[in-house]
């Protein structure tokens, strides 16, 4: 599953693989729709299908599209594993505020910046600008595309300072209709609960889900 052969493989590595395959089938799935890194995954189960004779075999869709990294330094994608790498849509105003301000976000750099790419892919897409407000004396930016910001952040005109808040502002009014339904519909409450019930580590109840949609 994207490893060489060569590679020594733990139990679950191995086991991993075959539980994402087996939920396509348990979830009766007809088109399953993954991003390139679960391709693999995706021609398991149309092989296994050929395997066991069966001719509906489910339908490929791999997104194509680049992957939010991780907030932290080297993250290459977001780790669900990892609840501080990324922004889930159960997270409240506070904990999005802390993980953003938290983030791997140096000066001047472009390149492998994650704030930044939470602005290109989500913020940009979503309003068609980026507000950043800063001290009365330097006034506000109203950006609206990539490469003036880029311009302003690779000169120091632009400071992770004023990146941040202004992110963790965006991200939560996106968020802010999600919480909005599960607080005020009886039947969404008890079902996030509940998931929120199912997750563990070390028998520490958690407080996150993975926020990921079953197509």
């Given at each position: 599953?994207?490893?060489?052969?060569?590679?020594?493989?733990?139990?679950?590595?191995?086991i991993y693989p075959l539980m994402q395959c087996a939920d396509i089938f348990f979830l009766k799935v007809d088109i399953c729709q993954m991003g390139m890194d679960q391709r693999k995954v995706n021609v398991l189960a149309r092989e296994y299908c050929e395997a066991i004779g069966r001719n509906n075999r489910p339908i490929i869709l791999s997104h194509l599209t680049d992957m939010l990294p991780g907030f932290k330094e080297g993250q290459q994608k977001m780790s669900k594993s990892d609840p501080s790498s990324a922004i889930f849509m159960e997270d409240d105003e506070t904990q999005v505020n802390s993980k953003i301000g938290e983030a791997f976000c140096p000066p001047n750099i472009i390149e492998g910046n994650p704030c930044l790419e939470y602005i290109k892919y989500i913020i940009f897409p979503w309003f068609g600008s980026f507000e950043v407000?800063?001290?009365?004396?330097?006034?506000?930016?109203?950006?609206?595309?990539?490469?003036?910001?880029?311009?302003?952040?690779?000169?120091?005109?632009?400071?992770?300072?004023?990146?941040?808040?202004?992110?963790?502002?965006?991200?939560?009014?996106?968020?802010?209709?999600?919480?909005?339904?599960?607080?005020?519909?009886?039947?969404?409450?008890?079902?996030?609960?509940?998931?929120?019930?199912?997750?563990?580590?070390?028998?520490?109840?958690?407080?996150?889900?993975?926020?990921?949609?079953?197509t």
């Amino acid at each position: 599953m994207g490893r060489s052969e060569k590679d020594a493989l733990t139990a679950a590595q191995i086991i991993y693989p075959l539980m994402q395959c087996a939920d396509i089938f348990f979830l009766k799935v007809d088109i399953c729709q993954m991003g390139m890194d679960q391709r693999k995954v995706n021609v398991l189960a149309r092989e296994y299908c050929e395997a066991i004779g069966r001719n509906n075999r489910p339908i490929i869709l791999s997104h194509l599209t680049d992957m939010l990294p991780g907030f932290k330094e080297g993250q290459q994608k977001m780790s669900k594993s990892d609840p501080s790498s990324a922004i889930f849509m159960e997270d409240d105003e506070t904990q999005v505020n802390s993980k953003i301000g938290e983030a791997f976000c140096p000066p001047n750099i472009i390149e492998g910046n994650p704030c930044l790419e939470y602005i290109k892919y989500i913020i940009f897409p979503w309003f068609g600008s980026f507000e950043v407000l800063r001290e009365e004396a330097t006034g506000g930016s109203n950006y609206n595309g990539m490469e003036e910001l880029v311009a302003d952040y690779g000169s120091g005109a632009l400071h992770p300072a004023h990146v941040k808040p202004a992110l963790a502002k965006a991200i939560n009014q996106i968020l802010q209709p999600v919480r909005d339904h599960f607080n005020s519909n009886s039947d969404a409450k008890v079902l996030l609960n509940t998931i929120k019930g199912y997750i563990a580590t070390n028998g520490t109840q958690v407080e996150r889900t993975t926020g990921e949609p079953r197509t």
